[in-house]
């Protein structure tokens, strides 16, 4: 069975108030239901859309979805009956959960499929506006997290979490190419260079079980990033305690505000520690 993000789970509320017996949901009806959801991500494409074509655009390209005979229905799990193209779109959505290793269906990957998936957005929608779609929805984002009245609490019995020490390294490293492969190693190595290593490391029976640095990618200060944790432990609270323990060490530091690097699940850090979307621009579509 399937988990969904909690903002997935509003936008099929949206979606099945939108559904009848002689309506099955398409991609088009999933798009608009992110904009209608309206936070996060979601939020910033609804945003998107209205600066670019005001409010008739929600009307104007609800015309264009397609209503079906209930002949034509698909049925699911979910609390509304889909298109063969719509039911593409949650296959493919499921695999990409499943490559990228994350166990909540997202609205990123709903996205990416129905870009892959719906050619008809094509039609209806400027090859610039599908770049910013992407941008917006499909890809890990910088974030940024007020730290002035962060204070949270650490304490968690089942864990043993410390600072890296030098001879931690190899163990860290194999854990990393393990897990999640060798991208993530050169800012391992940097985190390592400091002289108070910025990297924490969470423990359970002495295994490993998830890893995570600050002012370690390319060094830049002020920031969060990367975190790993085990698959087998990514509802287990292990990413939330290693979060906190960087970024305290950054309010100790006296930094305002911590940039989260390349972050994602977004809602993951939103519902943790607030933290807020860094918008993209449309002059930063080629970057």
Known sequence: MVKYTDRVQRIWRILANKSDREMAITPLHLLLAMCEENTGPCAELHQYLMKKYGHQFLLDYEKHVIRTHSASLLQTTLPFPVTGKMMEVLNMAEKRMIRYNQTLLNEGHLMQ????????????????????????????????VPLDNYFPSIENKQLFIRRALK?????????????????????????????????????????????????????????????????????????????????????????????????????????????????????????
């Open 167 to 287: 001879k931690d390294e190899p163990e860290i490293i194999d854990f990393v190419k393990s897990e999640f492969g060798s991208g993530w190693l050169e800012s391992i190595k940097n985190g390592m260079e400091h002289e108070d290593i910025s990297i924490f490391v969470a423990y359970h029976n002495n295994i490993i079980n998830g890893f995570a640095c600050y002012e370690a990618h390319d060094k830049k200060r002020g920031t969060f990033g990367p975190m790993g944790i085990s698959n087998q432990n990514r509802e287990h609270g292990v990413g939330t305690i290693l979060l906190h323990h960087c970024l305290l060490e950054l309010k100790r530091k006296k930094y305002k505000y911590a940039i989260l690097e390349g972050a994602g699940p977004i809602e993951f850090y939103e519902k943790v520690v607030g933290a807020m979307l860094i918008p993209i621009k449309e002059n930063d579509l080629n970057k």
């Open 113 to 144: 499929a129905t870009l892959r998936i719906d050619s008809s957005l094509g039609e209806l929608f400027t090859e610039q506006d599908l770049i910013m779609f992407d941008k917006i929805l499909c890809r890990a984002r910088d974030m940024l």
